[in-house]
């Protein structure tokens, strides 16, 4: 067990919908990283906080959107979903502002149908 | 443009046969870099952080070497519980972005 949590586990929802996927990092950490992976490229980098502020932006699309919040949980918010879209999301905690050791939750896993 | 390449894709080895697993990488300049093991639609789980050629470090069964242009991973008598995929990530000079490689599926057959 990382001590990353993620919710929820498993969500399956339509095209064009709106969907919200929580996280909360590790006790003391205060980044945390949102990733996609898919089965055809891998583990992709989407967005990183640091103590509440955005610190680094990788791949993320526009309808994709994501804060922190003062008691350091995240929420990554993904909106018009499309079938692509399907993947799972993983968050990732570490303790200081720099993508070191890194910790990750279990996943959610999003349907899109 | 920097770049991280794993290799093999998927190596299946059997109980007991030690193996290298390869990460090759071509950035400006290197901060770390850091294995991971991930299991199957499970989150990817911290191995090791290295920083600079020559480094090793050792984990049970497996040992993580640093050369300037790639790092390998070495398992060593391996068993069946160290099935899984071995991700590679580099964090270059330039950015504070991790580069992550496709990474090797291990197989181990009893």
């Known amino acids: 067990d990382s001590g990353v949590t993620q919710t929820p586990k498993h969500l399956i929802t339509a095209t064009g919908q709106r969907v919200t996927l929580r996280c909360s990092p590790r006790?003391?950490?205060?980044?945390v990283y949102w990733y996609q992976q898919s089965l055809d490229q891998g583990l992709q980098f989407l967005i990183q906080?640091?103590?509440?502020?955005?610190?680094a932006k990788g791949n993320i699309l526009e309808r994709f959107s994501a804060q922190q919040f003062p008691d350091l949980h995240s929420e990554l918010n993904l909106s018009s979903l499309e079938l692509g879209d399907s993947a799972l999301y993983f968050c990732?905690?570490?303790?200081?502002?720099?993508?070191?050791?890194?910790?990750f939750g279990p996943g959610t896993r999003l349907t899109v149908t | 443009e920097d770049q991280v390449t794993q290799s093999p894709e998927a190596l299946r080895l059997q109980e007991g046969e030690s193996s290298s697993l390869n990460c090759s990488y071509t950035?400006?300049?290197?901060?770390?870099l850091f294995w991971y093991r991930q299991d199957p639609g499970k989150g990817p789980e911290f191995l090791f952080t290295?920083?600079?050629?020559?480094e090793e470090k050792e984990k049970e069964r497996l040992k993580a070497t640093l050369t300037k242009k790639e790092s390998f991973l070495h398992i060593t008598a391996p068993k069946p519980e160290d099935s899984a995929t071995y991700l590679c990530?580099?964090?270059?000079?330039?950015?504070?972005?991790?580069?992550w490689g496709a990474g090797t599926k291990l197989i181990i057959k009893p």
């Open positions: 990732a905690s570490s303790d200081g502002d720099g993508p070191y050791e890194q910790y």
């Open positions: 006790s003391g950490d205060l980044s």
């Open positions: 906080y640091y103590n509440g502020e955005e610190r």
């Open positions: 950035v400006s300049g290197l901060r770390g």
């Open positions: 290295l920083y600079s050629a020559g």
């Open positions: 990530a580099v964090l270059p000079d330039s950015n504070y972005q991790l580069i």
